[in-house]
């Protein structure tokens, strides 16, 4: 079984920065891709970013340019910045290994006022 537990959550001003960890740990098969998804009620959650194996990223239209995700060994960071209120919305950690196995956080809330 995978754990994944996130942090750096929290409430920010329009035009902030925060940065999100999330560490894995358990019985991990080969990583494929780690990544987060952010999720806002009565929508679906939705893909911010993720960054493969061999460090190949992706990210949303929404966030590029303003994000960063990163990774190191089992754990992946995601660097916010210029936050916008619409980027407002819990955010879940995601491990896809070659179990094949999809793992999910427990989400972490993140609030930007404008």
């Known amino acids: 079984q995978v754990q994944l537990v996130e942090a750096g959550g929290g409430l920010v001003q329009a035009g902030g920065s925060l940065r999100l960890s999330c560490a894995a740990s358990g019985s991990i098969s080969r990583i494929n891709t780690l990544g987060w998804y952010r999720q806002v009620p009565g929508k679906q959650r939705e893909l911010v970013a993720f960054i493969t194996s061999d460090g190949k990223t992706n990210y949303a239209d929404s966030v590029r340019g303003r994000f960063t995700i990163s990774r190191n060994k089992n754990t992946v960071y995601l660097q916010m910045n210029s936050l916008k209120a619409e980027d407002t919305g819990v955010y879940y950690c995601?491990?896809?290994?070659?179990?094949?196995?999809?793992?999910w956080g427990q989400g972490t809330q993140v609030t930007v006022s404008s």
């Open positions: 995601n491990l896809n290994d070659w179990g094949p196995r999809t793992s």
